[in-house]
Structure formats: C-alpha cells, structure tokens
C-alpha cells in the first residue's frame, strides 16, 4: 500500500523559505510515476505546485515557478519542495501526491494527509 | 493556460436521490479530465480518471461522462458517505495542471 507522509515547519515567517518532505513508503520512488505537491489554502481550492520525476526532471506551475524548487532523494524514497519568499497568501494545506504516469494519464492517485503551513511573523 | 470552471457551487441532495455535478474547461481537454473527492480535514480522493473511468475501490454508484469541454459527474445514489466536496482537474494541457473551485454536495 503506497503511503506518503508530509513533514517540514507548520510555521514560517514572511520573506523566508518554506521547505516540506514527502516520505513515501510502500513503493519505490524510482518508478514510472511522478510526484507531486498540490496546496489548498484555508477555505479554497486545490492549486498543483509541480512535479518531479526520479530521474529528477521538474514541472511547475508558471504562476509559482520563480520561487519553487523540488528535488528528489531515491536513496531515502523521498522527494522535497521548497517555496522562496513566501507571504500570508503562501498559508495553505502543503500535499504532497503520487501522479501518474501512463499514455496521457497525469491524475493524482495517492496523496499524503497534508500539512497546514502558516506564514507569519 | 486551462480553466476549470464547475456548477452549482453548492448542491443539496437528499440520501437516496442522483446528484449531478458539471465541469467545463475554457478549451477541450479531450477525455484528460479526472474527479477527486474531498472531505473536511482529509486529502482528495481519486474517483475518476480518463473521464469515465472509476479509480481502483470506487463504488459503481459514481460514473463520469463528457469529454471535450464538458464533464459531468453522478452519483446515482447519494450515500451518507457522499457528501463531501468534489473537484475536477484536467491533465490534458500542462503546465499547469489545474483543478475547478470545487462542488459542494451537502444534506437537504
């Protein structure tokens, strides 16, 4: 059973940067899937932050790319974001998601429990 | 890039009756489109991908349809367990992948 575990600050000022981990268990890493943070500010919507794949090629959504960055560690079957410069509008539910990978098929189909990240001072 | 865009935004259903939830995209994402479900203080759940096909574990009582530019989503029979917030998301062109603002489908 895939699993995934966020963990990372649950309070970060503004200006600094907000850094999350995604353990993932149950399932390699190293596969043919990709991994994914998607956030959801308090009361809204669903907002996708990008996406790794193990050989470590990156997607990210335009509208946040100049500030995030994600990585990968197969060694530890984990995969990491960060968010630079970050303001009250940053505060949100941090998932992070196994996505998938086949044909044209790019879903979301195991995502961790989330974790509320705040930004203030 | 693509915008979800998704009706009623709430929508009260009695336990028992059909719930129909829509979803259209500002351009075609041909069958790209899968619906995830949401409860309070849980993740999404993945119901449907490829627009009408159910997630592993989904009961037949949720099927999607459309493609192009309009989705709908039923629940055929509203359980207790179903009320919850539903979002649409597209895959089709990306990035980014984007999601609509959400359903809500509570008790009435």
């Known amino acids: 059973q895939v699993q995934l575990q966020e963990s990372g600050p649950g309070l970060v000022k503004p200006s600094e940067t907000l850094s999350l981990t995604c353990a993932v268990s149950?399932?390699?890493?190293?596969?043919?899937?990709?991994w994914g943070w998607i956030r959801q500010p308090p009361g809204k919507g669903l907002e996708w932050i990008g996406s790794?794949?193990?050989?470590?090629?990156?997607y990210y959504n335009p509208s946040l790319k100049s500030r995030v960055t994600i990585s990968v560690d197969t060694s530890k079957n984990q995969f990491s974001l960060k968010l630079s410069s970050v303001t009250a509008a940053d505060t949100a539910v941090y998932y992070c998601?196994?996505?998938?990978?086949?044909?044209?098929?790019?879903?979301?189909?195991?995502w961790g429990q989330g974790t509320l990240v705040t930004v203030s001072s | 890039e693509i915008v979800m865009t998704q009706s009623p935004a709430t929508l009260s259903v009695s336990p028992g009756e059909r719930a129909t939830l829509s979803c259209r995209a500002s351009?075609?994402?041909?069958?790209?489109l899968a619906w995830y479900q949401q409860k309070p203080g849980q993740a999404p759940r993945l119901l449907i991908y490829?627009?009408?096909t159910r997630a592993t574990g989904i009961p037949a009582r949720f099927s999607g349809s459309g493609s192009g530019t309009e989705f709908t989503l039923t629940i055929s029979s509203l359980q207790s367990e179903d009320f919850a917030v539903y979002y649409c998301q597209q895959y089709n062109d990306w990035p980014p992948f984007t999601f609509g603002p959400g359903t809500k489908v509570d008790i009435k």
């Open positions: 351009q075609s994402v041909s069958s790209n």
């Open positions: 149950g399932y390699s890493i190293s596969s043919v899937y990709y």
């Open positions: 490829g627009a009408s």
């Open positions: 998601a196994r996505q998938q990978k086949w044909l044209q098929h790019y879903y979301f189909d195991y």
């Open positions: 790794i794949y193990h050989s470590g090629s990156t």
